[in-house]
């Protein structure tokens, strides 16, 4: 008797609170990764562009970019979590736990911890906590994202409502982690490409990054494929060109990246993410489109790691909008028209 050897991934009803998955396919990354991963960004940040800033503050060698980490640990959940997605909603209490390097192998693993049907009846959101480890199974990042997911069969009946209760932010007594053994006394800021650093910013401060990234769909799609991502609503423009947008819809890690990537003008030193406290992708993005970007600073904390601070940030991304005037949400709340990304994160800088 033949069997379906094809699998279509997991719908809403799937799920179940404490549920545990174990996320294939463990990635070693290369070199090759990290190329590809600046040509598509053009990420500018010192300690990850060259070996030799980086151990000159007393890294083993040049750490692999943060989001290309998180993006990658991400991608081994899409298959089990959100291939059936109808949109990925927000993040939060995301810490970044240990560098990783060229020659780490990452794998993950997520655990469901809360379900609420939508009042429709076709879809439902899954809450996950997923982590990734290295080869020695030791964690280098942990996040909760909850993702709106179809249901397989509308008449099947509604799990019971958890919703999880999560931080608004990441504690700072938690940040740094893996930082202790840094020592920033020789980091050089005319090769970092500026002078300011920890103290020479205020909460309340917005700074536009002026510069603008245009995004193609070849771009996005080699970048998704990059993380090995498959959701299919990045993909398949024979489907999606019928479908609510009538395009293929821009991964919203991409512009997630691209605003990183843009806040080097402006944020030359805060040379590593060191959590994401939350985020919300607040409109859809699509190839052709412009991304520009301005970032707020929410707090400052001085770190116990040597010669270390950290910025709390607010950077809003948008799409064919400047960000000259700050665009952001109006007096009832509402976003401005163009915004797409509202990411709150802390970022690790030298005083």
């Not at 192998?105 to 049907?117: D, P, Q, R």
Request: proline share 4%; with cysteine; hydrophobic share 40%.
């Amino acid at each position: 008797m033949a069997v379906n050897k094809t699998n279509t991934g997991k719908f809403f009803e799937d799920f179940g609170v404490g549920q545990v998955i174990q996320h294939a396919t463990p990635r070693t990354i290369t070199a090759g990764d990290v190329a590809l991963y600046t040509s598509l960004y053009g990420s500018r940040f010192a300690v990850q562009s060259s070996a030799e800033f980086a151990k000159s503050i007393a890294y083993p060698d040049a750490p692999i970019d943060d989001l290309l980490v998180f993006h990658v640990v991400f991608g081994k959940t899409v298959p089990d979590i959100s291939i059936n997605a109808v949109a990925n909603l927000g993040y939060a209490e995301c810490r970044f736990l240990k560098p990783v390097y060229v020659g780490d192998t990452l794998s993950a693993s997520s655990e469901v911890i809360g379900l609420k049907e939508n009042s429709n009846g076709k879809t439902g959101v899954v809450y996950v906590r997923s982590t990734g480890f290295n080869q020695r199974g030791e964690p280098v990042l942990a996040y909760v994202r909850w993702v709106m997911v179809r249901k397989q069969d509308g008449a099947s009946p509604a799990p019971d409502v958890v919703v999880p209760e999560l931080s608004d932010r990441v504690d700072p007594a938690e940040l740094g982690v893996g930082l202790s053994s840094l020592d920033v006394a020789r980091y050089d800021y005319g090769l970092s490409g500026s002078a300011h650093r920890f103290f020479d910013y205020e909460v309340g401060e917005k700074i536009d990054h002026v510069d603008a990234m245009t995004l193609e769909d070849a771009e996005h799609q080699i970048a998704t494929r990059l993380y090995q991502k498959t959701a299919k609503v990045h993909f398949n423009n024979f489907d999606q060109s019928k479908g609510r947008f009538g395009a293929r819809l821009v991964y919203g890690g991409v512009v997630i990246s691209l605003a990183r990537a843009l806040s080097f003008n402006g944020l030359a030193n805060a040379f590593h993410v060191a959590a994401i406290n939350g985020g919300q992708h607040v409109g859809p993005m699509f190839a052709g489109g412009t991304v520009f970007a301005w970032t707020e600073v929410l707090e400052t904390i001085e770190l116990s790691a040597r010669g270390l601070g950290a910025l709390r940030l607010r950077t809003i991304a948008t799409r064919d909008l400047p960000c000259l005037e700050f665009p952001d949400r109006d007096e009832n709340g509402a976003y401005k028209e163009g915004v797409i990304l509202d990411l709150d994160y802390w970022v690790v800088m030298p005083k």
